[in-house]
């Protein structure tokens, strides 16, 4: 008599992405809103210093607005530390279970106290929180559905995503940034529940701002092969000035706290009152960027005018994100490049060395490269830059210069940005609560220690037990026979007060970088 196997299906990644879908549209509205208020304020603020020219006496107004904002701001600061900065750091630490903390509280702050500091015209991005703010609608989603451990990490991924995807509408280069530099975890299950979520997001920003890319930088001229060489000295350029942005920016919130006059959450009202000179002078160049990038996309500026824009671009976004103000580095990264990117072009135009038409081709190459160099997400930034952009013709220069940043800060000792943040964060104080952590997922890399061992032959660190084993589809529940290989991941379950010194005996023994 024949027996019949009948296949048990496994709905697991549908179910997944249903859920990441959900995440992505949620954290599509909260993010569009975010991203259409600030619009709406920088515009309000570029007309309100084109009026005070007429009327002086608004710039009393700006003065009092000033100390109003850096009295509200300062006390949510104060009130949940975790709003502070870009927030992508938090994220990081959360997805690495180092730290946690409650969402609602800083959902709703953050989205104001975003909206207040960088739709007033500060250098400031809208990037990092948006990535926060979708992050975090992830967790409440989690709360909500009662999802803990690691789906609950999964959900709070997918909703970084989706924040970066609305914010860039760019849901490829979103995904893997959430990868590459933020979870570091390519397992299958987390990929394919970001990338949904991210879609969905872009979906939603679509509906919001249409389908032009938000970088739309036109131009019909491919860079000829003899000019490549100019794009091996750009890359080293931008690694020696990406190095120069990292050691900054890592360091501006100390200066910050050696003006013993104002407490450190108040700093913010020395960045709201220097602003008035720029408003004054250059108010098209104040926010994040993003227009200005399209500017000098279409038009590059003279190369006097380039160099006080990128001294002034520099100064004042060290200035406005070393005071802690919910507000990100994401954009005005990408700007400092554009204008780093010009500025070489222009340099080699008025030597006769370049095309005025090829100007555009530095202008967006220079961003992946400063992108890439300060973050060493290399990927990310080729992909990044082109959605932003919206066409493939650049890609071989744009793989070129981010390469070229990336081993130039390597070379010169450069951590991620991000992390080099959070550790920073985590030497400090914990701002948080420490994480609920019951699993910890580890990808097994190529040339790692544990590979083709038997269970039983690694040194396991102590207090961390081996669950399950992923391999391509399967799922094994391991035993002391079993042999690691490479591509596995690995799921542990390990002590809450023990997850730093385990995660990094993991990352010796599993080769991660």
Not at 48 to 71: K, M, T
Not at 273 to 285: D, K, Y
Not at 299 to 312: G, K, Q
Not at 434 to 440: C, F, N
Request: aromatic residues 10%.
């Amino acid at each position: 008599m024949k027996q019949t196997e009948t296949k048990k299906w496994d709905l697991s990644r549908i179910y997944a992405v249903g859920q990441g879908v959900l995440v992505g549209l949620m954290a599509g509205v909260v993010v569009s809103c975010f991203r259409l208020l600030i619009s709406r304020g920088l515009l309000f603020v570029q007309w309100f210093f084109g009026q005070s020219h007429q009327h002086p006496s608004l710039l009393v107004v700006w003065l009092v607005l000033s100390v109003i904002l850096a009295l509200i701001t300062g006390r949510w600061l104060k009130q949940v530390p975790d709003i502070k900065g870009s927030g992508i750091p938090q994220v990081e630490g959360q997805l690495m279970g180092e730290l946690d903390y409650h969402w609602w509280p800083v959902l709703w702050r953050k989205f104001v106290g975003g909206v207040l500091a960088i739709g007033s015209g500060l250098f400031l991005g809208r990037e990092g929180p948006s990535i926060q703010l979708g992050a975090t609608v992830g967790q409440g989603f989690a709360a909500t559905q009662k999802i803990t451990g690691n789906d609950r990490r999964v959900l709070i991924a997918s909703g970084a995503s989706a924040g970066l995807s609305a914010a860039f509408n760019a849901p490829i280069a979103s995904s893997l940034f959430i990868l590459e530099e933020v979870y570091h975890n390519f397992s299958t299950m987390v990929w394919i529940t970001a990338l949904a979520s991210a879609i969905a997001a872009d979906l939603v920003s679509t509906v919001f701002f249409g389908l032009t890319p938000v970088l739309h930088i036109t131009y019909v001229h491919a860079l000829p092969l003899p000019q490549y060489g100019w794009l091996l000295l750009l890359g080293l350029i931008l690694g020696l000035l990406g190095r120069v942005y990292q050691l900054v920016v890592l360091r501006v919130g100390d200066w910050y706290h050696r003006l013993k006059w104002l407490p450190d959450a108040y700093n913010s009202l020395i960045a709201f009152i220097l602003l008035i000179p720029i408003g004054l002078w250059m108010p098209q160049i104040l926010g994040g960027g993003n227009s200005l990038i399209v500017s000098i996309g279409g038009r590059a500026p003279a190369v006097l005018v380039l160099l006080i824009v990128l001294i002034l671009r520099f100064v004042y976004s060290m200035m406005a994100y070393g005071t802690g103000l919910p507000g990100g580095i994401f954009l005005p990264i990408l700007t400092l490049g554009a204008v780093i990117g010009a500025l070489f072009g222009q340099i080699l135009v008025a030597a006769h060395l370049l095309a005025a038409a090829e100007v555009p081709i530095f202008v967006i190459a220079a961003m992946a490269g400063y992108f890439a160099g300060i973050s060493k997400a290399p990927f990310t930034a080729i992909l990044l830059i082109t959605e932003m952009v919206g066409t493939l013709q650049h890609l071989m220069p744009l793989a070129l210069v981010s390469l070229i940043a990336y081993l130039t800060v390597d070379v010169l000792g450069g951590a991620p940005v991000y992390a080099a943040m959070l550790d920073k964060q985590l030497r400090q104080s914990r701002t948080g609560q420490v994480a609920p952590v019951t699993q910890l997922e580890f990808p097994v890399f190529e040339g790692a220690l544990i590979e083709g061992k038997q269970v039983r032959e690694v040194n396991w660190p102590i207090g961390t037990l081996l669950t399950e084993i992923k391999r391509g589809e399967r799922v094994l529940v391991p035993n002391g026979d079993t042999i690691i290989k490479l591509g596995d991941t690995l799921l542990l379950n390990v002590p809450n007060d023990q997850l730093s010194k385990i995660r990094q005996k993991m990352s010796e023994l599993d080769g991660a970088d």
